[in-house]
């Protein structure tokens, strides 16, 4: 058990290297980095979103999400506005430069994950897609 553990767990990690050096080296085209676009999207699919809830979806610290918000803030990528009821806290949308920049490359984007998943048939991306999220679901944390 334990030989077979390491070897799913390096091949994942392997996965995860070459997808990530395919991620960086498209976004760079953009000016981007993978966290910067990760904000993009998320703000882009729930406009509004507060910066505790984009914490928890970038899997990251309130205090890294705050650093890397502010200084897209300053590209004119996002904008914050106060919330009515609890004036501590502030909602995040796109602003149109942004808006504009994830359009673009998320056809980028998708296209690369079409080209790197090509090779792959119906039923192949099925089974792994199941396992995937089989692995997914014991490896999150509780609570």
């Known amino acids: 058990m334990q030989n077979n553990g390491r070897k799913l767990y390096f091949s994942l990690k392997s996965i ?14 953009y000016d981007l980095n993978i ?5 993009l999207m998320h703000v882009h699919e729930q406009p509004g979103v507060n910066y505790n809830e984009l914490s928890d979806l970038m899997l990251c610290t309130r205090g890294n999400t705050t650093r890397v918000v ?7 990528l996002l904008t914050r506005k106060v919330n009515n009821d609890d004036r501590r806290c502030y909602h ?6 942004g808006e504009r920049i994830f ?8 296209q690369q994950i079409d080209r790197l998943l090509a090779r792959f048939s119906e039923d192949e991306l ?5 396992i995937c999220e089989h ?7 509780i609570g």
């Open 16 to 29: 995860f290297l070459h997808i990530d050096n395919q991620e960086k080296s498209l976004l760079a085209q």
């Open 35 to 39: 966290p910067r676009f990760y904000i």
């Open 70 to 76: 502010r200084s897209m803030q300053k590209e004119g």
């Open 92 to 97: 995040l949308y796109l602003t149109d430069k």
């Open 103 to 110: 359009t673009e490359v998320y056809i980028a984007y998708k």
């Open 126 to 130: 099925t089974s792994y897609t199941d």
């Open 135 to 141: 692995i997914e679901e014991v490896l999150t944390p």
